[in-house]
């Protein structure tokens, strides 16, 4: 960090933490995300411009097997996950790399697929790096249940109950993905195909996309394979309840080479933090409301950590 420079522009009057303090693993391993990370990036711009996102179709059976089309609708563009949910018996549900079968696979398309598209997909996407693939695909996704939480709050619902607060919390999620694959790898679409467009020119925006319809998905499978279950008794998944939910991740292999290989961003990210924590303390005089503020933030931030 250049960090006599950083301070200069941004008139702070407190030194930046030593770099060696926070590039220290256990520091960057609990941080939590910020206005620059990567999904934040794009749940602003969805917001902002008013993107529409949601099922076109779903035709999965009473287990929930089948394929589904969620579609993101922007201002200029269309984007659909195509998703195929597949029975897996347990022991061949594994997160490794070298594994041939998982519970759903995804592909995001560059637009909205056609039948003709779909019967393609069904023959390739479950087949993840041995199947074929043509430009429309950006993204190839896989992901596995979690076995503590998804029967549990399958279960819950069928029976007219909500799910196990401290369970929800403790897990986070209802699947997560063994690997999210994009930029021309196993012959999706290269980046240059979409790194012009505004909505995905950001790192990892076409990623991010496809796990954010992806968490939608899995919500509304599991309600589907309750509410199966027992028409009579079921209840959906309280809303509290479900923005506790994200998308788990098995390994995250993928980010160890990209940090190593991207120094720079990797330091924008870290002096944009530090940066705001020396501007804040810099501040001498804070009016009452402002103090407030704090106080109502800081009951709030409580809850995370």
């Known amino acids: 960090m250049v960090q006599n420079e950083t301070q200069a522009l941004v008139n702070v009057t407190v030194p930046l933490r030593p770099p060696a303090m926070v590039s220290s693993l256990a520091r960057m391993g609990s941080s939590f995300p910020s206005c620059l990370s990567f999904m934040r990036l794009l749940v602003r711009r969805l917001h902002s411009e008013s993107w529409s996102v ?5 035709e999965v059976d009473d287990q929930g097997y089948g394929y589904m089309v969620y579609t993101a609708r922007g201002p200029e563009r269309h984007y659909s996950l195509v998703g195929f949910s597949n029975a897996l018996d347990d022991d061949q549900r594994t997160d490794r790399v070298i594994a041939t079968a998982w519970d759903a696979s995804f592909v995001l398309f560059d637009g909205e697929p056609s039948s003709k598209d779909i019967d393609r997909l069904r023959n390739s996407v479950p087949k993840q790096e041995a199947g074929r693939f043509e430009a429309t695909e950006l993204v190839l996704a896989r992901a596995n249940r979690s076995m503590r939480l998804f029967e549990h709050v399958c279960e819950s619902l069928s029976n007219g109950r909500q799910p196990d607060t401290k369970l ?5 999620y209802l699947m997560r993905t063994t690997a999210v694959y994009g930029n021309g790898k196993f012959g999706v679409a290269d980046r240059s195909r979409i790194e012009t467009r505004a909505e995905l ?7 991010m996309l496809t796990l954010y319809m992806i968490r939608m998905f ?11 279950r027992s028409p009579d008794r079921f209840v959906p998944l309280e809303r509290s309840l479900k923005r506790h939910l994200g998308i788990g991740n098995a390994t995250g292999l993928g980010m160890a080479p990209f940090l190593v290989t991207h120094p720079r961003l990797l330091n924008n990210w870290l002096m944009a933090k530090e940066t705001a924590l ?11 409301d402002k103090l ?8 709030r931030a409580r809850q995370h950590v």
């Open 168 to 172: 929800v919390s403790e897990i986070g």
């Open 218 to 228: 899995t919500t509304d499978l599991v309600e589907h394979i309750a509410r199966r």
């Open 54 to 58: 949601g099922p076109s179709c779903l």
């Open 292 to 299: 407030e503020r704090l106080h109502g933030l800081l009951g």
């Open 278 to 288: 020396a501007r804040v303390r810099s501040i001498t005089n804070v009016t009452p």
């Open 201 to 207: 020119a950001g790192p990892f925006q076409a990623e």
